[in-house]
């Protein structure tokens, strides 16, 4: 638990310590904006369940937004992304310091993910050896393993009775040396199942699930480490007052007591730019009684920039999908076929019989239809309202979601197109050839500098500026290109290479000698 400074009492004022955060700048923040991090989103009513977890996690920093007001709540983790949300929650403080990894496929993990996956391996939530399978999408199941190690709790999950499972008819897919780690983290409420007789231990995590798990171990196992954007103060109400006045440069609105588990009791100053959240929804501070169960996120200045009260209250998602809230979208996949302003058509992947459900055999929720049928396996989706996409994590207008796509397409309970997760994308790039590695891939310098990852293989047509083929032996520094092929996480997969301009002195002809 984090230590408090004691609270002096002067004229019915509270001086408080601030807490143990990082700089903020400055005091003017934008609408769903607290203390510089945003923490409302315009997507939320995707998962509106999760919406005070969310804004709980993104308050300190920890969790993070799409782009242009998103937080695209349905999207799934991947391995190395759920990894880092873990570190950057429970790390406390780690560094990763004299961890080499040692894992059979070390070179798929992106850059940005090795300090975390460094940070995991500290923890013990990693053991180090054998596949790590970085950019696969991360199970529930996985993660709440992982959840439990990093909690420290590896030794009561291995003593903890299997019974709150029998609840759920599909409990028989988690391997038995999980069993221990899943029935836990029910007992502690960090997971309620995606239904009243499921919990889907294989099932993808989403963004959204991903923060209500951490969210719930926050305020049930205290704060989190002051290596994150603000800190944390977990507890019950026992004092709420409604006054303006200035706290640390900053103004406030009142003032929330809250009396720790440890029994320090802390009066927190409540920035005038505060949100305070009960049964996700967005409250008056007067809203807030004695007794309630708070998570109070502060900003370095040591104000309120975020109430979250406990919501122990049973409520029932959109759509009719259960009183748990951990229900995912419906999911379809498959290539875009064509792309307007109001609907989406695409050829879905595989024979249509989606375990998830995804409309290819008429089926209905709350009354309606899905999708409907094109040709074969090709359907048309409407676009929600507040349809949004995606593409490597961040958010790009839908105008960018061109034909021949890749695409996940998560659907809301009225079967229209909600969020659209861009996997591989067609793209064409021209520039300059800087480099050709190893396994035949290509280095290539757009005009503003850009450079581009390109993957051959010998499906990829390569012609001269005649028109005349070549193999990727015969490219050299400096040839100017055009190529064509699918834009993914890993780079361009080339389809067609069209050498332009030779370099002078190359061999990038179709005369020349292989290299």
Known sequence: MRLRQVITVVAGSALVAAGMALPMGSSAFAAGQTGGNQVSFRDMGQASWATEDVAQLAAQGIIKGVGNGLFAPNAPLTRDEALALIVRALGNGQSGTGVTLQFTDDANIPAWATHSIEVAVQMGVLANTGTLNPTAVATRQQVIVWLISAMGLNTQAQSTSTADLAAFTDASQIPAQDMGAMALAVQLGLIKGTSATTISPNGTITRAQMAAMLARGQRRYGSPPATTSSSLVVGTVSGVSVASGTSNGETTIGTVTVTEADGTVAIIPVASSSIVYENNQSVSLTALKTGDQVAVAEDAAGNAILVAVENTAATTTSGGQGTSGEQEQQAV???????????????????????????????????????????????????????????????????????????NVHLNSSGQASLIIVQKQQASISGTIIGLGEDQKVLIQEADGTTVSVQTNHRATITDPSGNPLNVNQLAVGDLVTVSGTMGEEGLRATTIQVTTVVQGSTSSSTSTDN
Not at 345 to 367: A, F, H, I, K, R
Not at 369 to 394: C, K, M, N, R, S
């Open 333 to 407: 996949e498959g290539t875009v076929s064509t792309m307007t302003s109001t609907s989406l058509t695409l050829t879905l992947q595989g024979n249509g019989d989606n375990s998830q459900g995804d409309g290819s055999q008429g089926q209905t929720v709350t009354g309606q239809t899905y999708g409907q049928t094109v040709t074969g396996q090709t359907y048309t989706y409407t676009l929600a309202p507040d349809a949004a996409a995606i593409f490597h994590g961040l958010s790009i207008p839908l105008s960018q979601v061109t034909a021949g796509s890749q695409v």
